[in-house]
């Protein structure tokens, strides 16, 4: 996934918490908005950008743990949600995230 998308996805994924739990009806409030822009410098720094990973399958973990645990809570709200509001996006993701699963495979096979 390219790290533009991973950042669009991860931008749709907290409008739509934001939206259902500060309701706000567009844009961030400035927490999630702390959050999301966490998020995108971890994604800009990321050391595994050539091989496409998706965060979620990622053996380094560079979020720090509070941070880590605000975005679960973010992604397990609006990853189901994602098909239909955003289904290219969470189609993408989904592809994505089974080819990162195989190269996490094969790296553990080396």
Known sequence: MSLKNE????????EMFCS?????EHGL???CNIIFEYA????????FKSQNLVCSECRVH????EMR?????????SGP?????????????LKNKIKSKRINQVDLLL
């Open 7 to 14: 950042k669009k996805t991860v931008k749709a994924m907290m």
């Open 20 to 24: 259902a739990h500060h309701k706000r």
């Open 29 to 31: 409030c400035p927490e």
């Open 40 to 47: 995108e410098s971890r994604i800009d720094k990321c050391r």
């Open 62 to 65: 560079c979020f720090r743990p």
């Open 69 to 77: 645990e605000k975005i679960k809570v973010i992604m397990r709200y």
């Open 81 to 93: 949600r994602m098909v239909w509001k955003h289904p290219v996006l969470a189609i993408r993701y």
